[in-house]
């Protein structure tokens, strides 16, 4: 298999130049200025009347009436995967200009929990080119919430943490009809995005519904390369709804379309002709319950997402494939809080059931030969009923927190063929398998006049995903490898130690943040030369495989200081090691990382400067397909303006991405694949009241 980019191919330009440098090292001088002279002020004590306990993220998307909030982001219809980049925890493996896939904690899906208001949801797609992510849109989502390690185990069993996708609603305030049209343009690549929403709300009744529409065609890379496959189409229709019984008695519903066709994939071997999710739920809402217990919600959910690879539109296949996958799933959650002296409790039961099933079809060259099939999920039905609670206990200036998860999972592979198939390499294979799933955690915070610090240590495991346990031949294009999982996998086993402190003065802040995971068990694929391969031009065969442990350290040091009540400068600069138990470089962990912003905002008017760089890479693992990337330096930047017309707003924002049109890539960029070169961007968004 090869990977097909148009050009001269993927080979990175030298490192930045020497000036971009010095304006670099200009701006460290610049903010350690700031900070001295912030250091010889006043200390000021900022107070909380509810401490926050979480080591949370929320990237704020929009609001209700989302065509005035805009300003927050450099570019207001960007994709939510450039939004999800744009936040200090999570960084994105990129295999095109679509579907990029979530990491934090330098851990990818297997390790996180994704949710969309809480709504267990898998993708269909054995490569991972459909994270949960790409099936909602900025259109319909108000905030992500990212928690880190075992902070977001409310949401279901993890190792890295969970990302929560909260949909846009209204929520009964009476502002009657709501109108807006969004329109944008990009000229790197075409694309045209055009969206709106007709929203009504009142104090009985709410409806909002939202849809947006994408298409691009190809980027190209710094200097002008272009890089084929690279286009999309995408459409997103959303609708939410409540109903208010009674007072403190609420009836929700939320439908979600997400439908996404003719998508490259230049870093892959094979495209997507389609990618489909139709995403439901109901929820009842009740301010008092039983008892003492309020808050009390309760959610059903279903969704189902067809996903359809193939390489038709590939000049000179070896072979050509046909590759679909299933993934359909039902769940549920029940909560409530209670309120006790100074404890607030939460008490939650969910559980869900999937069932994920990919294919795959090989079609010779030679038409008298016959075509060659196989299960490449095996049907994989998974049941999985959990009960998570969690106590907050508010001292004078301090707060603890006590979380516990504890989850039965079930797996059972139904269709006779894809469980044969995989007793071929595992004879006493059983056809059904039950795991116990737990974590524990406990996080402490505190306040004082001059700083606030947070720490805690937590213990989590977690299942093997679909692939690691099931999955059969399944072609990784990174390292040119062949997959199969292994049923018998231990649970990952993760014990995880965190800390922050923020240090407010004045108009800086300052916080610095690490964590540290020793995960036992950690499951990664190791080569067995044993085994042929089965996909044409692989080098071999691995078979997913606990080693003994692994650690992960991530520490970041971010500063914001106002330089005027409109001035804003920020900064963060991130370093991330990963090793197993020989002392090998873990894959896709990232180099020393830093980045800045300028933001100018008054009344009316915003502005901003980006500046997104990180050093060569030097900690990589050619056993994994890794190589080295070099260091780079990239500029952004953005001018938005509020108009007022016929008592409408109109906000329009224009700006200009990667000023320099560097060619680079960075650790994330799947085979190496080239950034976006210049991107000149313009939107409009006009709220009709």
């Not at 929700?252 to 996404?260: G, P, V």
């Not at 093997?464 to 649970?491: A, C, K, M, Q, T």
């Not at 520490?555 to 200081?561: F, N, P, Q, T």
């Amino acid at each position: 298999m090869k990977t097909f980019i148009s050009g001269t191919g993927c080979l990175l330009m030298p490192a930045p130049n020497k000036y971009r440098c010095r304006l670099f090292f200009v701006f460290c001088a610049v903010l350690l200025t700031f900070s001295l002279t912030a250091q010889e002020q006043e200390v000021v004590l900022f107070k909380d009347s509810i401490l926050p306990i979480h080591l949370n993220e929320v990237i704020v998307i929009s609001s209700y009436q989302k065509a005035l909030e805009h300003a927050a982001h450099h570019k207001p219809l960007s994709t939510l995967d450039e939004y999800l980049e744009s936040s200090k925890k999570v960084n994105m493996v990129k295999r095109g200009a679509y579907a990029w896939e979530p990491v934090l904690n330098d851990m990818t899906t297997e390790r996180l929990s994704i949710t969309i208001d809480g709504m267990r949801i898998f993708g269909a797609c054995t490569d991972r080119m459909d994270p949960v992510t790409s099936y909602v849109d900025v259109s319909n989502v108000s905030d992500v919430h990212v928690a880190s390690g075992q902070q977001g185990s409310e949401h279901g069993s993890t190792i890295g943490g969970a990302l929560d996708m909260r949909l846009e609603k209204s929520n009964f305030r009476p502002l009657g009809w709501v109108t807006a049209i969004e329109t944008g343009f990009e000229s790197n690549n075409s694309a045209q995005i055009i969206g709106g929403e007709l929203n009504y709300s009142g104090e009985r009744f709410y409806a909002d519904t939202d849809i947006i529409y994408r298409k691009a065609e190809n980027y190209l890379a710094g200097g002008g390369q272009e890089v084929g496959f690279s286009q999309f189409t995408k459409y997103n229709l959303s609708v939410n709804s409540g109903y208010k019984i009674a007072d403190g008695q609420k009836l929700l519903a939320s439908f979600i379309f997400d439908e996404a066709v003719d998508v490259g994939y230049p870093a892959l071997p094979m495209d997507v002709s389609l990618a489909r999710a139709f995403i439901g739920s109901v929820s009842w809402v009740q301010d008092d319950f039983i008892g003492g217990l309020t808050q009390w919600e309760t959610k059903l959910y279903a969704n189902s997402i067809t996903h359809i690879m193939d390489d038709s539109q590939r000049p000179d296949v070896p072979i050509r494939m046909d590759m679909p996958g299933w993934s359909d799933t039902y769940g549920y959650y029940t909560q409530a809080r209670l309120l006790k002296d100074n404890h607030s409790f939460l008490f939650k039961l969910d559980g869900f059931y999937n069932r994920s099933l990919a294919e795959m079809t090989m079609y010779p060259n030679n038409p008298n030969e016959n075509a060659m099939f196989m299960l490449t999920w095996p049907d994989v039905r998974t049941i999985n009923t959990g009960v998570y609670a969690e106590d907050v206990w508010k001292l004078k200036e301090s707060t603890i927190k006590i979380s516990t998860r504890l989850a039965v999972q079930g797996f059972n592979l139904r269709d006779e063929f894809g469980f044969n198939s995989l007793r071929i390499f595992y004879p006493e294979l059983a056809q059904q398998q039950t795991r116990f799933l737990k974590s524990v955690g406990a996080q402490y915070q505190k306040k004082t006049d001059k700083m606030d610090f947070r720490g805690g240590l937590s213990f989590g495991d977690r299942a093997p995903s679909v692939s690691e346990g099931f999955g059969f031949y399944l072609f990784n294009s990174f390292d040119n490898h062949d997959y199969i999982g292994d049923p018998n996998l231990r649970n990952e086993q993760a014990l995880e130690a965190n800390a922050k402190i923020a240090i407010p003065v004045q108009q800086l802040k300052l916080g610095l943040e690490g964590n540290f995971f020793h995960t036992r068990n950690f499951i990664i694929g190791e080569i067995d030369p044993s085994l042929s391969t089965m996909t044409i031009g692989a080098d071999g065969v691995k078979i997913y495989n606990n080693l003994a442990y692994a650690n992960l350290y991530n520490v970041s040091l971010d500063g914001e200081y106002d330089i005027t009540p409109q001035l804003q400068l920020s900064g963060l600069v991130s370093y991330h090691r990963g090793t197993d138990q020989d002392g090998r470089n873990l894959p896709f962990i990232s180099p020393l990382a830093y980045s800045a912003t300028l933001q100018y905002t008054q009344q009316r008017f915003t502005g901003a400067f980006n500046m997104r760089a990180a050093s060569d890479q030097v900690n990589f693992n050619p056993e994994f397909g890794e190589d080295r990337t070099d260091a780079y330096m990239v500029f952004s930047l953005s001018l938005g303006k509020t108009f007022t017309w016929n008592n409408d707003n109109i906000f329009v924002k224009a700006g200009v991405e990667n000023i320099f049109d560097e060619f680079y890539s960075t650790y994330t960029d799947w085979n190496n694949i080239p950034r976006m070169g210049r991107n000149v961007f313009a939107t409009v968004s006009y709220a009709i009241n």
